[in-house]
């Protein structure tokens, strides 16, 4: 065992610290007997959780389970055929890895640029309409139909927009004289991408819009009065007293933020069905496009199986962000 040396000169044992291992037995060791606790509270949740078990736990069982076989190519799944982890190595080294990498760069992209443009623009949103000002119930109203429109239906007004012949974004800045011709906005390898994001920050801004502004609510209004009268400036305010506050809120924000866009499927299928040349295929997308264009449903489970790996590590940060705390409460 190692030793320290204390004040007097005197070795004192060092307390080994406890390993990921340890941490973990010791949460799963407390786990159970804490359901026995509340078992009446349970069963209240019980036909919910059962319902869950049957549309959600038994598919999740059989696309893990079918990422094993090959089924052959076929609409059938009564003849498989195991072959292991051959589907993953033909997504990440065989046949289908250089698709695959270079849809995971655009899903990154996708959802690096999407969250951290939905964040600051909902963020610079919601510290507009937490102030004071004639009209502020109509901003605020407005500003939330981006949210409540159809996503369908969004993705339609945009494609629209976008159009390179007859788009409204393109004649606005035509008749304006700041272009001589129309801009192919979605039939460009170049430009499909950022007109997607776009797109989706427009839609999704609102969502955390709402959630940072209730997280305002929460910053004493005597902190920011104390650092101005302090003589800190409005971006001092905002950084040292404000943003703090907004810490946890930030956290779950953009964790609910990037599951979304990792999920986003409608707006890029709809908009450009991934094209063109893959330029705006996604892991979601990709999903789909093998599993039903090629019938390729053994590699398309792979490709999900590690998709839901992601939202897994995702979801027990977003679980750790929400219970944080819970434990202090509940001993006080």
Known sequence: MAVITGPEGTAVPATPSRSLFSRIGASVTGFFPSIWKHRADYLYILPAFLVMMAVIAYPIYFTIRLSFYDHGRTLSFDNLTWVGLDNYRLLLTGAYSSEFWNITHNTLVWTVFSTAGAFLLGLGAALVVQREFIGRGIVRGVLLVPWVISAVAAAYVWRWLYHSDYGLISGVLTELGFIDRNIIFLDSVKWVMPSLIVANIWKEFPFAMI?????????????????????????????????????????????????????????????????????????????????????????ASAYSVILFGVMAVLGYFYVRALTRGDSTRSAA
Not at 233 to 241: N, P
Not at 242 to 251: R, Y
Not at 270 to 282: E, F, H, K, R, V
């Open 211 to 299: 959630m940072l502004l209730a997280g305002l609510q929460t910053v004493p209004e005597g902190l920011n009065r104390a650092a101005m009268v302090d003589g800190a400036s409005t971006w001092h305010r905002f950084w040292h007293v404000t943003m703090p506050h907004l810490k946890g809120v930030t956290l779950i924000t953009v964790l609910l933020l990037t599951v979304q866009n990792l999920n986003s499927f409608t707006t890029v299928f709809i908009m450009t069905g991934g094209g063109p040349a893959n330029a705006s295929q996604l892991w979601v997308t990709d999903i789909y496009r093998i599993a039903f264009n090629r019938t390729n449903f053994d590699v």
